[in-house]
């Protein structure tokens, strides 16, 4: 019996055996067998951050629900309390309680929040700016936002190889739409019909199954690629080669933002020392400050100095570390426009570091948009609701393809798409594949692995080779 794709692929011209039809019949069947081997492995995976990312995309909503209380104050005052007087209110009544940052808010009914350090334990404190009363206390790691960005990005595990999957998963779904969008694309007006329109008039549950696959698919393909792509730079291998490359073509931010001193040569840089570091500020070297019996400026003084140049709220301010370190006024903003990253010297105020949107090369522009439309908040709730259709659209595509797949299985075989016939064009699409694997790779690595279990295991061993044979 013939697959559902096969029939779709065969038309009365490829009965005829002319060398062109059985050509790109064999392109077809090598395509589909790559599609169907990433469509298995990698569908669940895609479930996963699909979900994940559905539900961090309205975060702020959630959240805001979640943590009303602690997020918002019961009775807006008429003057804030300035924000060390509100550390050290709150120092003194949580004994070994260390502030390491504060956020300012942008609404005057919102709590100022800041990290800590307590009791060896990473905390958040949401503080009443009018009372400095403490309105709630959160564990950094069992938020809301903590358990949905450790699913979409470690899958709830810890260690370094649950990125490293997520990082493949995402590249592999690349390839699955470009794949995909070869094998579904029209060739006739008839295939339009289960390609960009269902046929809802058709019965049969495979025709169901595989309209649900395709016409998602179809329409949602730039969606989704710019969704995954978007996600990339925040990726252990290929983000790590994303920014080298800005770094090494000044497409990410200028050699360095400095005010009045030398480049440091610190191997410390700005996402270890602070917090809501924007993505092309992560990797900016942190200076020092002069070191000397100064005294250190304190955190009202920032505040100053970040209405002076005009950084927007909310941002945040993180403390220097010991006598050489630096303040850091920083904001990723929902406003990609509005991002800003200072390094502050704590004894004078200089400004050693201002790195704003507007000093990003084209490449880090591209990216923080990009980033910013991975968290829907680029265009607001417009935004957030693309996101979501992306994410539902995904689930759907990655559901019906194991619908489809158990449709068409036979007992005994795991229901592979056949090898082409055609052993040329078989290393010709291998060749196209490993191109993918050097832009990407992990993607690389992957196909040498399946390649070496094929050639040295499956191959030799009868009830796997039985297993695998279309």
Not at 395 to 405: D, K
Request: glycine share 8%; proline share 6%; with cysteine.
């Amino acid at each position: 019996m013939k697959s559902m794709l096969e029939e779709d692929a065969i038309t009365p011209a490829t009965r005829s055996k002319k060398p062109r039809v059985r050509w790109t019949t064999s392109l077809y069947q090598s395509v589909w067998r790559w599609h169907f081997y990433a469509g298995i492995i990698f569908a669940p995976f895609l479930i996963i951050l699909a979900f994940s990312g559905s539900m961090y995309l309205f975060k702020p909503q959630i959240e805001g629900y979640l943590y009303k209380d602690m997020l918002t104050v019961r009775e807006v005052g008429s003057q804030a309390l300035r924000p060390s007087e509100i550390i050290a209110k709150t120092e003194g009544a949580y004994p070994g309680t260390k502030i390491s940052s504060i956020t300012l808010p942008d609404h005057p009914e919102s709590t100022f929040r800041m990290s800590a350090i307590r009791n060896e334990q990473s905390v958040i404190l949401y503080a009443d700016p009018y009372s400095g009363t403490i309105r709630g206390i959160q564990n950094s790691d069992q938020t809301f936002s903590a358990f949905f960005k450790k699913m979409h990005s470690q899958l709830l595990m810890s260690g370094t190889w649950p990125n490293r999957l997520v990082e493949l998963s995402a590249c592999w779904a690349v390839i699955l739409v470009i794949t995909g969008l070869y094998l579904w694309w029209p060739r006739n007006k008839s295939a339009i019909w289960g390609t960009l329109l269902p046929r809802l008039g058709k019965r049969g549950s495979r025709t169901f199954w595989r309209d649900l696959h395709a016409v998602p698919a179809f329409w949602l393909s730039i969606s989704i690629v710019i969704l995954i792509l978007s996600g990339l730079p925040w990726s252990g291998v290929l983000g790590k080669q994303i920014d080298r490359f800005a770094n090494a073509t000044h497409t990410n931010y200028p050699p360095y933002a400095l005010g009045f001193m030398d480049k440091p040569q610190s191997v410390t840089v700005a996402k270890d020392v602070a917090e809501d570091i924007p993505w092309a500020a992560e990797n900016i070297p942190v200076p020092a400050s002069m070191s000397g019996s100064y005294i250190r400026l304190d955190v009202n003084e920032m505040t100053g100095i970040a209405d002076q140049k005009n950084v927007q709220k909310p941002y945040t301010i993180s403390m220097p570390n010991g006598n050489s370190g630096v303040y850091t006024i920083s904001t990723d903003h929902k406003k990609p426009g509005l991002n800003a990253t200072l390094h502050v010297d704590q004894y004078s105020g200089a400004i050693l570091t201002d790195v704003r949107f507007q000093d990003y090369g084209i490449m880090a522009k591209a990216i923080t948009l990009g980033i910013a439309f991975h968290e829907g908040r680029l265009f607001g709730v417009a935004n957030q609701i693309l996101g979501l259709l992306t994410c539902i659209g995904i689930m759907l595509i990655a559901i019906s393809s194991y619908f489809m797949w158990r449709k068409r299985k036979p007992s005994g075989k795991l229901g592979a798409p056949g090898r082409a016939k055609d052993k040329r064009l078989t290393i010709g699409v291998l060749a196209i594949m490993l191109c993918f694997g050097v832009i990407m790779p992990l993607v690389g690595v992957s196909i040498l692995v399946v390649l070496l279990l094929d050639v040295l295991i499956i191959r030799h061993i009868k009830p796997l080779k039985h297993w695998f044979t279309a």
